[in-house]
DNA sequence: CCGAAAATGTTCAATATTGAACAATAAAGT
DNA sequence: ACTTTATTGTTCAATATTGAACATTTTCGG
């Protein structure tokens, strides 16, 4: 049966990636340990940092920028909001568009959680050579965009 | 608010990790849409690729190198039995144990998804150098291990 | 200006994932 | 042998995530 097809782990890429996927997967694990101190989960912790550095952000741009669909948003912020971490606003000109903001509780709250999120990537990362750091992230980088392109081909051929 | 804070996006090894993150994520997007066609999600193929190399390991093992909950692979294979993609027989030593195993059917799902997979990742991943993805895979293999003791010596003393 | 097309957010059912509590079996300690 | 402890798998409720169908509002073509 392994006569005529290669097997994927004999493929050093296939490799490579399956290592980084299953990093990723464990740190999230350990992440969402130390972040149950401030009764949040990873996927909120994303929506707070953008928030905190795009106020006013739409609940559209707010999911493109993490890769989710919007009736993840509609499910997710309004529990947010009535934890008291955020607050839709309608917007001035658009009827349609609800406008994202942190309230100071939750300004603080992420605040706290970005600090234990850095913390933990500095501690486990920190024996990694800064260079082999940013040479990862610039293929990380690329990789995204082609995944990216990739992405929005499909939704615009659906044949 | 940002006074004495240094905000997570200026630290190298932060941004990195987030592109890590992305990088993953859009990689999973892409695979679940390729592997429609077969009818399978990641998850699943993660269980089979694990069962064609290791076949008649338990339910916990393949949890365990999985690093998901043993609860997850209770409801996930029964569903994938029904499918005729696996068999689970009981192991004649241990009566606690169920063993698994691939159906014909199952290997040659398998071998397809495999198929697709691997040609996912070798032509998003082939416009990087092979010495930047091997060194990559260590990186991610050391954190691995760090991130995985950690784990451990959390639930030895869940003080 | 009016009707068609697009954008934004919501709802819903389906699927994943987790941790805790549980039952059955095995291993260890006495 | 017998009681205690550990291991294996199951069940359940809670939470996440997705895509499709939908309502509202905006934009565009005529």
Sequence with gaps: MNKNQPLPWDHPRFRSWIAVARACQLMQTVLTRELTELDIKPPHLDILINLYRFEGISQQELARKLLVGRSNMSMALPLMEKRGLIERRGDKQDKRVLRLYLTNEGRSVTEAAMGIQTALIER?????????????AESMERLIVTLQSEIREDSREPA
Tied chains: 1, 2.
Excluded at 124 to 136: G, I, N
């Design 124 to 136: 486990t990362l920190s024996s990694e050579p800064l260079d082999q750091c940013m040479a990862m």
